[in-house]
Nanobody, 124 residues
Framework: QVQLVESGGGLVQVGGSLRLSCAASGRGFDDYAMGWFRQAPGKEREFVAAIHRSGSIRYYSNSVKGRFTISRDNAENTVYLQMNSLKPQDTAVYYC????WGTGSSSPLDYEYWGQGTQVTVSS
């Protein structure tokens, strides 16, 4: 069992940066691939980024590639999402997810655990 708690969301202007954190409790953090998804009002949940259990492989959606960076600290049981050059279309609730023994899927169906979400609002 893994509990995930996101933090770091907020209001930022276009072109600004935010860093989201996701703290995981429970055992075996490094047994989980970790992902970030987002959901904007009236839209489906969307894959943002994922990272392999070891941190050696990372995946990004085309919409954030080159602007966002996912990383993890297995000693601290934390995964991060550094978001740069933010755009209004990045506005959404961002969710941290965990996939036991996963490799970094882009499908939300592969993730067993979800955080409660953190709001990111990019204003123009």
């Amino acid at each position: 069992q893994v509990q995930l708690v996101e933090s770091g969301g907020g209001l930022v202007q276009v072109g600004g940066s935010l860093r989201l954190s996701c703290a995981a409790s429970g055992r075996g953090f490094d047994d989980y691939a970790m992902g970030w998804f987002r959901q904007a009002p009236g839209k489906e949940r969307e894959f943002v980024a994922a990272i392999h259990r070891s941190g050696s492989i990372r995946y990004y959606s085309n919409s954030v590639k080159g602007r966002f960076t996912i990383s993890r600290d297995n000693a601290e049981n934390t995964v991060y999402l550094q978001m740069n050059s933010l755009k209004p279309q990045d506005t959404a609730v961002y969710y941290c997810t965990a996939d036991f023994w996963g490799t970094g899927s882009s499908s939300p169906l592969d993730y067993e655990y979800w955080g409660q979400g953190t709001q990111v609002t990019v204003s123009s």
